[in-house]
T-cell receptor, first 113, second 112 residues
Framework: DAGVIQSPRHEVTEMGQEVTLRCKPI?????LFWYRQTMMRGLELLIYFNNNVPIDDSGMPEDRFSAKMPNASFSTLKIQPSEPRDSAVYFCASTRQISTEAFFGQGTRLTVV | EDKVVQSPLSLVVHEGDTVTLNCSYE??????LLWYKQEKKAPTFLFML????IEKKSGRLSSILDKKELFSILNITATQTGDSAVYLCAVEAGANAGKSTFGDGTTLTVKP
């Protein structure tokens, strides 16, 4: 398996624009997680899905953030409108079962100017 | 609110030294504690601990959990420059299985 695949790897956008980050989890993994990593706040869990259903979105910072998982092999994290403080590395991770090791994608480095 | 605190925040050692990284936590409904290594990109899994007192070992790395005192340690013996990385501790806890809180990490630098 190619592992967790995220796209794009880098994104630079202007404040106010919509940003969509994409993730393909490892086949057969039932759980998908979106994380954000910044120097100030470290690695934070934003939302996670089980069998395509959102289980906990309490980490989503505000209504500008939304995430979907239309099927077992694809998820998106959308920011609309984007702001400079959203600049961070966004990681997607997947696991086969709960409470097991998470496999992380390479991340999307988002810069909002 | 769940808390995970790692110490030290950074550490510089020389090759061959042994290091101990600490992770303490205050969470509700503890499920597991995981250690990850993050080099330039994505975190990679090292260990998962659920039971107290049982050491997990992989080569020069080992880890143990103390659920009574609410902490874990990660030991690296005979360090190498390739061990230089950020080591992250994550605790899974709460009503929703899968919700993890990460510590800020320990940045380890191993000098030749």
């Amino acid at each position: 398996d190619a592992g967790v695949i995220q796209s794009p790897r880098h994104e630079v956008t202007e404040m106010g624009q919509e940003v969509t980050l994409r993730c393909k989890p490892i086949s057969g993994h039932d759980y998908l997680f979106w994380y954000r990593q910044t120097m100030m706040r470290g690695l934070e869990l934003l939302i996670y899905f089980n069998n395509n259903v959102p289980i906990d979105d309490s980490g989503m910072p505000e209504d500008r953030f939304s995430a979907k998982m239309p099927n077992a092999s694809f998820s998106t994290l959308k920011i609309q409108p984007s702001e400079p403080r959203d600049s961070a590395v966004y990681f997607c991770a997947s696991t086969r079962q709960i409470s097991t090791e998470a496999f992380f994608g390479q991340g999307t480095r988002l810069t909002v100017v | 609110e769940d808390k995970v605190v790692q110490s030290p925040l950074s550490l510089v050692v020389h090759e061959g030294d042994t290091v101990t990284l600490n992770c303490s936590y205050e969470v509700t409904n503890f499920r597991s504690l995981l250690w990850y290594k993050q080099e330039k990109k994505a975190p990679t899994f090292l260990f998962m601990l659920t039971s107290s007192g049982i050491e997990k070992k992989s080569g020069r790395l080992s880890s143990i959990l103390d659920k009574k005192e609410l902490f874990s340690i990660l030991n690296i013996t005979a360090t190498q420059t390739g061990d230089s990385a950020v080591y992250l501790c994550a605790v899974e806890a709460g009503a929703n299985a899968g919700k993890s809180t990460f510590g800020d990490g320990t940045t380890l630098t191993v000098k030749p």
